[in-house]
């Protein structure tokens, strides 16, 4: 198979030029005649094939809410041709069978690469450590107990040290659960409202405890989904003494406030939860300066019947895959805090480094992994043509640039909208 894509504008480069793929690879120019099919991409952005390191994808057990074809048919719409799934399935992502049973049925959709992220501890119930001589052998890159954070501290040590063995990094959820009890974030809206707030304080803990694990071992630690000011702070001190923590975030966190749930709206019910301005300045400073290395989603679909309910028992967590590029370019790029070269970063070659995956190269040979943006023109997102099963999004109506106009992942298109 044999493709060229014509005009198209490297998110590095500054003119337009042919992007020749053969046989899912990179390569050289070869004449257009001989190609299987000719895109006129006439000036639309061009990156790598995007990395996803935190997201959920249901399957097995919560195929109500999506399936691991649809999730990532989705993913592909965003731009993802790499995504890194967490293990809160049912039953858990403990076992070297439940792994296999997921990296089977990625393969067979064919939507994108799909590495899964395996239990740190059996059942996730942070008390015994999981198999993870097992799992990697299956393909899984990290591990995590997702949304249900190692509390013992003891535990976490021996998680740490038994990940190291393997050379696969830990990614902890931080957040002292006896401090965690809310619905939102602890302020001056949870009291107007009447809503049961999580305060920063909670997620501070837990971060300052994995940093000092992390320096004592001199083994990396993974912060999932930062959200405060605390947060990043402390990340950025440990970075300049040579701590190796990395940390992520979503957009989210750098779009959204905890004024947004005033209406008791559940698609802004977030796990952590949307703070407040102060936090989200510190965020988007982080992802300035360095201090934090990824964004990825958190994506997490869910049915419309455990969002269409009182707040403060409604499920937390948003889809992603569809918005995240068009948030961080909007939001980031076309603001002036960021250059696209830093997004790309951020979103590809950055989690790709933390997970060893070796993803987004664009030279011959490469795999030919890579997303179409249009960069110059606003769109409208609408959450009814969206690809996910779900449908629980806050950002449905907001008006965006970056929409994706083309994926291919290994030489084939798994995406296309193109004008």
């Given at each position: 198979?044999?493709?060229?894509?014509?005009?198209?504008?490297?998110?590095n480069?500054?003119?337009l030029?042919?992007?020749?793929?053969?046989?899912?690879?990179?390569?050289n120019?070869?004449?257009?005649?001989?190609?299987?099919?000719?895109?006129?991409?006439?000036?639309?952005?061009?990156?790598?094939?995007?990395v996803?390191?935190?997201?959920h994808?249901?399957?097995?057990?919560?195929?109500y809410?999506?399936?691991?074809?649809t999730?990532?048919?989705?993913?592909?719409?965003?731009?993802?041709t790499?995504?890194?799934?967490?293990?809160?399935?049912?039953?858990?992502?403990?076992?070297?069978?439940?792994i296999?049973?997921?990296?089977?049925?990625?393969?067979?959709?064919?939507?994108?690469?799909?590495?899964p992220i395996?239990?740190?501890?059996?059942?996730?119930?942070?008390?015994?450590?999981?198999?993870?001589?097992?799992?990697?052998?299956?393909?899984?890159?990290?591990?995590?107990?997702?949304?249900?954070?190692?509390k013992?501290a003891?535990i976490?040590?021996?998680?740490l040290?038994?990940?190291s063995?393997?050379?696969?990094?830990?990614?902890?959820?931080?957040?002292?659960?006896?401090?965690?009890?809310?619905?939102?974030?602890?302020?001056?809206?949870?009291?107007?409202?009447?809503?049961?707030?999580?305060?920063?304080?909670?997620?501070?803990?837990?971060?300052?405890?994995?940093?000092i694990l992390?320096?004592?071992?001199?083994?990396?630690?993974?912060?999932?989904?930062?959200?405060?000011?605390?947060?990043?702070?402390?990340?950025?001190d440990?970075?300049?003494?040579?701590?190796?923590?990395?940390?992520?975030?979503?957009?989210?966190y750098?779009?959204?406030t905890?004024?947004?749930?005033?209406?008791?709206?559940?698609?802004?019910?977030?796990?952590?939860?949307?703070?407040?301005?102060?936090?989200?300045?510190?965020?988007?400073?982080?992802?300035?300066d360095?201090?934090?290395?990824?964004?990825?989603?958190?994506?997490?679909?869910?049915?419309e019947?455990?969002?269409?309910?009182?707040?403060s028992?409604?499920?937390?967590?948003?889809?992603?895959?569809?918005?995240?590029?068009?948030?961080?370019?909007?939001?980031?790029?076309?603001?002036?805090?960021?250059?696209?070269?830093?997004?790309?970063?951020?979103?590809?070659?950055?989690?790709?480094?933390?997970?060893?995956l070796?993803?987004?190269?664009?030279?011959?040979?490469?795999?030919?992994?890579?997303?179409?943006?249009?960069?110059?023109d606003?769109?409208?997102?609408d959450?009814?043509?969206?690809?996910?099963?779900?449908?629980?999004?806050?950002?449905?109506?907001?008006k965006?640039?970056?929409?994706?106009?083309?994926?291919i992942?290994?030489?084939?298109?798994?995406?296309?909208?193109?004008?």
């Amino acid at each position: 198979m044999r493709l060229v894509l014509k005009n198209a504008k490297k998110y590095n480069e500054e003119t337009l030029s042919n992007i020749y793929i053969e046989d899912g690879k990179f390569a050289n120019e070869f004449a257009e005649d001989t190609a299987d099919r000719v895109i006129d991409l006439k000036g639309a952005t061009v990156t790598p094939g995007l990395v996803d390191m935190h997201c959920h994808l249901r399957e097995p057990g919560g195929e109500y809410k999506e399936t691991i074809k649809t999730g990532t048919a989705s993913a592909a719409k965003g731009g993802y041709t790499s995504i890194c799934c967490m293990p809160n399935t049912n039953p858990v992502a403990d076992n070297a069978a439940v792994i296999s049973g997921i990296m089977k049925k990625a393969e067979e959709a064919g939507n994108c690469r799909v590495y899964p992220i395996g239990a740190a501890t059996k059942n996730i119930e942070g008390d015994q450590i999981s198999e993870m001589g097992l799992m990697k052998d299956a393909g899984i890159v990290a591990v995590s107990d997702d949304g249900r954070p190692i509390k013992n501290a003891g535990i976490m040590r021996k998680v740490l040290e038994y990940a190291s063995d393997f050379d696969i990094p830990v990614l902890n959820h931080c957040e002292d659960k006896s401090l965690a009890e809310g619905a939102m974030n602890e302020g001056p809206i949870s009291t107007t409202i009447g809503i049961r707030g999580i305060p920063t304080a909670a997620e501070d803990i837990m971060i300052s405890r994995d940093i000092i694990l992390s320096e004592y071992l001199d083994i990396p630690v993974h912060i999932c989904h930062v959200s405060t000011k605390g947060g990043v702070r402390m990340i950025r001190d440990a970075k300049a003494r040579g701590v190796k923590v990395t940390a992520e975030t979503c957009p989210h966190y750098f779009t959204l406030t905890d004024a947004c749930c005033e209406n008791y709206d559940t698609n802004f019910k977030m796990h952590p939860p949307l703070r407040t301005q102060e936090h989200v300045d510190a965020i988007i400073e982080g992802l300035k300066d360095g201090t934090i290395d990824t964004i990825a989603t958190d994506n997490a679909p869910h049915h419309e019947d455990e969002k269409v309910c009182e707040f403060s028992v409604a499920l937390n967590g948003i889809l992603g895959f569809e918005t995240a590029f068009a948030l961080g370019y909007t939001y980031l790029v076309k603001t002036g805090v960021i250059t696209l070269e830093k997004l790309v970063d951020l979103m590809c070659f950055a989690p790709s480094k933390i997970l060893k995956l070796g993803r987004g190269g664009m030279e011959v040979g490469d795999d030919a992994d890579l997303a179409v943006f249009n960069t110059s023109d606003e769109f409208t997102f609408d959450k009814n043509t969206l690809l996910s099963k779900s449908r629980n999004t806050p950002y449905d109506g907001w008006k965006l640039y970056g929409e994706t106009l083309l994926t291919i992942m290994g030489g084939k298109v798994t995406y296309e909208k193109l004008c």
